[in-house]
């Protein structure tokens, strides 16, 4: 069961913070010291895809040691599973619409902007296992 909750934090840890980094210290870091704009769209272009991607993968992590720990009900009962779930769905939508699936330029900062604030609500939860 701790290892469990470890993995569950060490995820959480990894795609919500590396969400949050990119978006709000490494691209205005680029910005700020000079580089091209289109320098900085091509930078945010190829990593962001990586990282949505990376975030689809910890969420099913996380989703995994939810269902381990709390049963499968708790996917759509608890809010922890009800933001992981949003946070699949958001990264999907996300990666459909870097395919031109989907054919909205704002789907992909909102669907990326929401998935962080899904992580920072997700953030904000105890851990399961620790509801003691």
């Known amino acids: 069961m701790r290892a469990g909750v470890i993995s569950w934090q060490l995820a959480q840890t990894f795609w919500v913070g590396g969400l949050w980094l990119l978006q709000f210290v490494m ?15 091509e930078v945010a272009g190829s990593l962001q895809p990586l990282l949505v991607g990376f975030t689809a993968f910890c969420v099913l992590l996380q989703a995994l040691v939810l269902i381990q720990l709390c049963g ?11 933001l992981l779930l949003a946070v699949l769905l958001l990264a999907g939508s996300h990666l ?30 105890v851990a399961p296992g620790r509801e003691r």
Do not use: H, N, T
Request: glycine share 8%; net charge positive; charged share 15%.
């Open 72 to 82: 499968l009900r708790s996917l759509w009962r608890d809010l922890r599973g009800q």
């Open 96 to 125: 459909a619409a870097r395919a031109g699936i989907i054919e909205s330029p704002y789907w992909l900062i909102f669907s990326y902007l929401a998935m962080g604030m899904c992580g920072l609500i997700l953030v904000l939860q």
């Open 27 to 41: 691209l205005p870091a680029l910005a700020k010291i000079g580089l091209a704009p289109l320098l900085i769209e």
